[in-house]
Nanobody, 119 residues
Framework: QVQLVESGGGLVQPGGSMRLSCAAS????????MGWFRQAPGKERKFVAR????????FYEDSVKGRFTISRDNTKNTVYLQMNSLQPEDTAVYYC????????????WGQGTQVTVSS
């Protein structure tokens, strides 16, 4: 079992920046693929970014490429999402997720953190 706790959400103005953190426990963190997803009001939850266990490979949803950066610190059991040039359409609940390498779906999810981009 893996427990995930997100932090760092809040209100930010358009064009601003914010960093989300997700602390993991319960399993060897360096064995886990980690991802960030988001769910806007009235919409389905969607993929944002993911990172391999070593941290050397990452992937992004097209609309966040060049603005968001996913990273991880395996010594702190934490994954981050640095978000720059935020826009109102980035407003959503952001979720951290984890999966072992042997499965394709994410069985472990955090509780989510609200990010609101508004002036």
């Amino acid at each position: 079992q893996v427990q995930l706790v997100e932090s760092g959400g809040g209100l930010v103005q358009p064009g601003g920046s914010m960093r989300l953190s997700c602390a993991a426990s319960g399993r060897t963190f360096s064995d886990l693929h980690m991802g960030w997803f988001r769910q806007a009001p009235g919409k389905e939850r969607k993929f944002v970014a993911r990172i391999f266990p070593s941290g050397g490979i990452s992937f992004y949803e097209d609309s966040v490429k060049g603005r968001f950066t996913i990273s991880r610190d395996n010594t702190k059991n934490t994954v981050y999402l640095q978000m720059n040039s935020l826009q109102p359409e980035d407003t959503a609940v952001y979720y951290c997720a984890a999966r072992p390498a042997v499965v394709r779906e994410y069985p472990y999810w955090g509780q989510g953190t609200q990010v609101t981009v508004s002036s």
